[in-house]
């Protein structure tokens, strides 16, 4: 979900498959990509590029630029144009009863739809409620359309109507709640918009070469710590320092309470997993979606170790990533540690549900001789194959 506007341009063949099997495939999102970097749309899922010119300076302008009301409200309809990336608690939340049915990116105008008997509840979300009309679909138009229509309100008697983005509002600072177990992530919609524009985020470049062939064509992965959070994230940290706050003396305890949170309260989503192309999230966004695969479940990790200062390592694998963070008092019972830089690793699965640093074996056949690549996210676009010891090379 990265604005696209001159900073924030996405590789001409994004999203690319994690498999070392296909080549890179893309997905009818890239249809949009050029109204949407001309609208300064944030679309979910594209890509982290770094600025690598100017780089605080250009950064203090766009974050100055969000601080305006028409940014955020642009970011949050980013956010409720694709469910996938936000979920259905931010979505009642923001718009009550009501759906965002419709997202005209070229002429900036929303159809929502709301049952007939709650159709006050416009005046929540809508500057002025009776600035409404209806809206005929025209030719060739560009839109986004959420997928994720809740099946129980299908039979209800809805009512559709349409209205221009300017209309659309909602406070910048009122605060958001998603709870879990041990804390509940706060975020307020103005966070959001800095999150939805790559502020707070390692970034870098998207693709790194294998040095592999697949089919005549060069292997590529995705840069997974470019979307990791960095230290300091003003709603990760609240989030991080409440989750933890009964074990703050403990270092394995604390990265054991990540680690719980991501395996038993994050659900596994095999249709983002086996969707063909890489589904890439912020952390904020897989806290309020509540679902990730493996890639968006260890930059949720990492992200939260980052938080609470703790050194770790994203483990590249064939179709599949896990997190290492130093062995310390962690025991080593299910023999999945290794030696990188002179210092011991334990492996994190992110998959496995209630999975126990250092003592759960994986069910699945599994060797550390599978580990391909290591990478150290605050490293900025360096990824080091395990085999060779050599840093992978960045597609510019």
Known sequence: ??????????????????????????????????????????????????????KEEVKGKITELLMRDASI??????????????????RSQILGDAELQTFFVDTDELVFRIPAAAEEERSKFLKDPSAIRNRKLHKNSLFFRPHAAR??????????????????HVDADRKLSFPYTHATFDV??????????????????????????????????????????????????????????????????????????????????HDEADAGVETMKRAPEILMSRKADCSNKAILLASLLEQSGEDYLLV?????????????????????????????????????REFEIGKTRLEDSFKMGDMKYLQRPKEVNRIVDTRTGRELLFKE
């Not at 642009?74 to 996938?84: C, D, F, G, M």
């Not at 706050?245 to 991501?262: M, Y």
């Not at 896990?322 to 011991?344: C, L, M, N």
């Open 73 to 90: 409200q642009r970011s949050i309809v980013s956010l409720l144009a694709q469910p996938e990336f936000s979920g259905e608690e931010f």
């Open 151 to 168: 099946d129980e309100r299908k039979n209800q008697d809805n009512v559709a109507f349409g209205t221009d983005l300017k209309n659309f």
């Open 188 to 269: 307020t919609p103005r966070e959001l918009a800095l999150s939805t524009h790559n502020i707070g985020i390692y970034g870098g470049k998207l693709y790194a070469y294998t040095g592999e062939r697949s089919g005549g064509r060069p292997i590529m992965i995705v840069n997974h710590g470019a979307y990791v959070a960095r230290p300091h994230h003003s709603s990760l940290q609240r989030f991080s320092n409440v989750l933890t706050r009964d074990v703050p003396q403990n270092r394995e305890k604390k990265i054991q309470r990540f680690t719980d949170l991501v395996t038993t309260e994050i659900v596994y989503d």
């Open 316 to 352: 590249y694998m064939h179709r599949h990533i896990a997190v290492a963070v130093e062995q310390g008092a962690f025991p080593s019972e299910h023999g999945y540690s290794f030696t990188y830089e002179k210092k011991h690793w334990v492996l994190i699965e992110t998959t496995t």
């Open 1 to 54: 979900m990265n604005a696209l506007n001159e900073n924030h341009v996405p590789d001409e063949d994004f999203p690319i498959d994690m498999s070392s099997d296909n080549p890179p495939r893309t997905n009818r999102r890239e249809q949009l990509l050029y109204w949407l970097k001309l609208a300064s749309v944030p679309v979910l899922g594209a890509a982290a590029i770094a600025i690598h010119k100017n």
